[in-house]
């Protein structure tokens, strides 16, 4: 179990290391898109990676990280839907009094 944790930290800090090359090489040359496609392969391998090395306890570890990853998402998806409803209707009750008060 303890050698599952250590090999899961390496993977974790070689991904890091990964992460940063292409985001370097897109502040170098103003790619950014192929620096996205680059470090989602990345994660994808090295989540692979984990699951091949840790067994179990690495796939528990990436089912419970891209969850996390879909309820933030959920999460940001409706502050920002509120934050415009919001908007929405305090520009709908300017433009209906004339002012914004």
Known sequence: ?????????????GKQVIRQMPQAYANLTGDY?????????????????????????GAVYVAG??????????????R???????TRERLGRISMRGSRY
């Open 65 to 78: 990280k891209y969850a996390l990853q879909i309820g933030n998402g959920f999460i940001n998806d409706f």
């Open 80 to 86: 920002k839907k509120e934050e415009h409803n919001f």
């Open 33 to 57: 898109y192929s620096a996205e496609v680059v470090q989602s392969a990345a994660t994808i391998f090295t989540d692979l990676a984990i699951i091949y090395k840790t067994g179990g306890v």
């Open 1 to 13: 179990m303890q050698q599952d944790a250590v090999s899961l930290a390496l993977i974790e800090y």
